[in-house]
């Protein structure tokens, strides 16, 4: 099956920086999740979406598909993603391809796929918002949201307790049927899922009245979530086991959890670095001073020597953000800009005028507009 072109599928161009990857990439898995998106081929897209989004977020991945036009594996990728790093591909949205989707396209399917084998339930998403500030400390929440959970009361056979599924009447168990079909190359017997059982080879005769025979039900599940300090906006972290029901006794599929964090009024954020913008009055540049400046870990004394220059940047180290994938924390780096007063009180008016006397600078009532313009 050919591989389709992720930079297509998230509509972006292949200049595209990593920011506008992200952005394009959380406003599509939000617009295809099947749980929010239930309009036909959207679960598909979903899974492009993110397959797409592991090829262009892998920088070796990405590399080779700009080189050679793949990544050399079926469909986008393997799928699958651990920890809390940047975005992975979602595992378990996979199907037939290649030569058994052209068999079955003709024959009514090819070799059948055996229904009763355990199969890994379907992974969830979740799209946790946090503050500036928890972002860069961490926390620990509990979440709440809805999935597909093993009914307790059948213990997901599907059968009313005290009873068991039978043998299927009509495909004896083998889960598929002998049928004859019309085809290019005349009339062929192939096979096919059997209708009654859907391919389990088992009946239930008696259903169970909680889940109705299909084994499963809809729950609200609650899970502790510890939010590692240092996480960015679109870090994903995945939570093994905590997504819905597996299939004739497969595991449960995984949560993946989305930090969408809130920016600061008063702070940037790269990685581990933080900037501020600090302002400072012209008196403070020129003769030094020392004052206090905010970081995340509390406020701290900066000294301002004589002399400085507005746009001058100071490096406060370890007063950063924690680092992700290391130890011990980023730098801050505030930059300091000087203010030029707007109005000014008669006593200050004198002392400037004593200053440009002292300097042999002849000013007028422009004065204050030429020294801001030197700064």
Same mark, same amino acid.
């Given at each position: ?94 199907? +037939? !391809? ?9 024959? &009514?399917? #090819?070799? @059948?796929?055996?229904?009763?084998? =355990? ?109 590692? +300090? !240092? ?9 093994? &086991?905590? #997504?819905? @029901?597996?299939?004739?006794?497969? =595991? ?57 220059q507005s746009g001058t940047t100071f490096r406060l180290k370890g007063k950063g ?55």
């Open positions: 099956m050919a591989q389709k072109d992720p930079y297509e599928v998230l509509g972006i161009s292949k200049d595209a920086s990593d920011a506008e990857i992200k952005k394009a990439y959380r406003k599509l898995s939000k617009k295809y999740h099947p749980d929010l998106n239930h309009e036909p081929g959207a679960e598909e897209k979903f899974k492009d979406v993110n397959e797409a989004y592991e090829i262009l977020s892998d920088p070796q991945k990405k590399a080779q598909y700009d080189q050679f036009g793949t990544t050399g594996d079926q469909g986008f990728g393997s799928g699958g993603a651990g920890g809390y790093g940047d975005f992975g591909g979602f595992s378990n949205f996979g199907g +037939a !391809g290649g030569f058994e989707d052209i068999f079955g396209s003709f024959f &009514g399917g #090819g070799s @059948a796929r055996n229904q009763n084998a =355990p199969r890994q339930g379907r992974d969830l998403q979740y799209e946790m918002h946090l503050t500036f500030e928890e972002a860069i400390f961490g926390k620990k929440t509990e979440i709440e949201y809805n999935r597909e959970a093993v009914c307790k009361n059948c213990n997901g056979s599907g059968a009313k307790p005290g009873t068991s599924p039978v043998t299927c009447s009509k495909c004896h168990g083998r889960g598929v049927i002998q049928v004859e079909r019309q085809t290019p190359l005349g009339r062929m017997m192939t096979q096919q899922e059997c209708d009654v059982c859907h391919g389990t080879g088992k009946e239930i005769k008696e259903k169970c009245p909680t889940c109705h025979g299909t084994g499963r039900v809809s729950e609200k599940h609650a899970v502790e979530v510890t939010v590692p +300090a !240092g996480v960015e906006d679109g870090n994903q972290m995945r939570l093994q &086991g905590q #997504g819905e @029901a597996g299939y004739n006794g497969g =595991p449960y599929g995984d949560l993946f959890i989305i930090f969408s964090v809130a920016s600061s009024k008063i702070f940037k954020r790269d990685g581990a670095e933080i900037y501020l913008d600090q302002p400072i009055s012209f008196v403070q540049a020129t003769l030094g001073s020392d004052i206090q400046v905010k970081t995340v870990h509390g406020d701290v004394k900066l000294t301002i020597p004589a002399g400085t953000a924690p680092k992700l994938r290391g130890s011990g924390n980023g730098d801050e780096k505030v930059t300091v800009h000087v203010q030029i007063p707007k109005k000014l009180n008669k006593g200050q008016r004198e002392a400037l005028k004593l200053y440009a006397k002292a300097s042999n600078e002849k000013v007028n009532e422009g004065f204050f507009d030429k020294l801001k313009d030197k700064f």
